[in-house]
């Protein structure tokens, strides 16, 4: 049997989104994207909002722009952008759901472990509490709860959200930025290289958001969501990471960048994200039972850079 499952992917979501594409038609399903041009396999915000959410199986929301854009500078423009673009399309697409006549039988938000507060010995599982202690754990919280559908929707359609960590892959995110640096030898730790480095391969996130776009059991879904952490099982350290990696390339890694230098280039809000970390297990993800492809650091760089 063939599900059609719509996803919504903009800015700089492209590099997940294209991994979560290629692995549900390699599943035989059939993908259609929401995006701001038309075009083969897509359909418009416009069209959303105008003529509603076309029946589909399941519902992914990757919208956000790209914390780390090199090429913005850290202001309260950027600020701005960063909570609209995830805030506001996923309170359309979740009004969306609710308004259609056959909803989704799931709804995959993708949002991220800031929530967390940094810590070098706290561990987090999707059963932690937590409360907004900054600007990115404020935003965590907007965005889950604009995702939230109402009790009658959510009584057939199962939320979902996933807190990924550091997404790894040759195709894009940190790791572009990062190779070019580490096979040149200028690689480095970032601030003491203490912190938790939180982090997962981009299939294996792939894999976990299929994985929860499954239908739900026989039993009704929960109207809370299911909250699911994206990360590796290992709870690494920015140093373990920035070893392994210049083991892998056979490159030295000698040249640390301190944290004052990271907060001046990014902005101390956002450097926090790298001079910082969490140690966050995935505690409900492995008892799901799902399986990872890459479960520790040597086995996703090489994978990366071969």
Not at 158 to 181: E, S, W, Y
Not at 240 to 266: C, D, H, S
Not at 269 to 284: C, F, H, Y
Request: aromatic letters at 8%.
């Amino acid at each position: 049997m063939r599900h059609d499952i719509w996803i919504q992917i903009i800015w700089g979501s492209g590099f997940v989104g294209r991994e979560l594409t290629r692995l549900l038609r390699d599943k035989g399903h059939e993908v259609t994207l929401i995006s701001r041009q038309p075009g083969p396999g897509k359909i418009t915000w416009g069209e959303l909002e105008s003529q509603g959410l076309p029946p589909c199986e399941g519902a992914v929301n990757l919208a956000g722009e790209n914390l780390m854009n090199p090429l913005r500078w850290w202001n309260e423009s950027y600020k701005k952008d960063l909570f609209s673009s995830r805030v506001d399309t996923t309170k359309a697409l979740s009004r969306a759901i609710a308004a259609s006549s056959s909803p989704p039988h799931s709804w995959v938000l993708v949002s991220g472990v800031a929530c967390y507060k940094p810590s070098l010995t706290a561990q987090y599982t999707e059963d932690s509490e937590w409360t907004p202690f900054d600007l990115l754990s404020r935003l965590v919280k907007d965005w889950e709860a604009a995702a939230l559908l109402p009790e009658n929707v959510a009584k057939t359609t199962k939320q979902v959200i996933i807190r990924p960590g550091v997404v790894l892959g040759r195709d894009g995110g940190a790791m572009k930025q990062m190779l070019l640096p580490f096979w040149l030898g200028l690689g480095g730790t970032l601030g003491s290289g203490r912190q938790p480095f939180p982090w997962i391969h981009v299939s294996d996130l792939a894999g976990i958001i299929v994985h929860a776009l499954e239908p739900p059991a026989d039993t009704p879904p929960s109207s809370s969501p299911q909250v699911f952490n994206g990360v590796a099982p290992p709870l690494n350290t920015n140093y373990e990471f920035t070893k392994e990696l210049g083991r892998v390339l056979g490159r030295p890694t000698i040249l640390p960048v301190p944290g004052f230098v990271m907060n001046a280039l990014l902005g101390l809000e956002r450097a926090v994200v790298l001079t910082q970390g969490q140690k966050v297990i995935p505690k409900r993800t492995l008892e799901s039972g799902f399986q990872y492809n890459y479960p520790d650091l040597t086995s996703a760089l090489k994978e990366i850079v071969s």
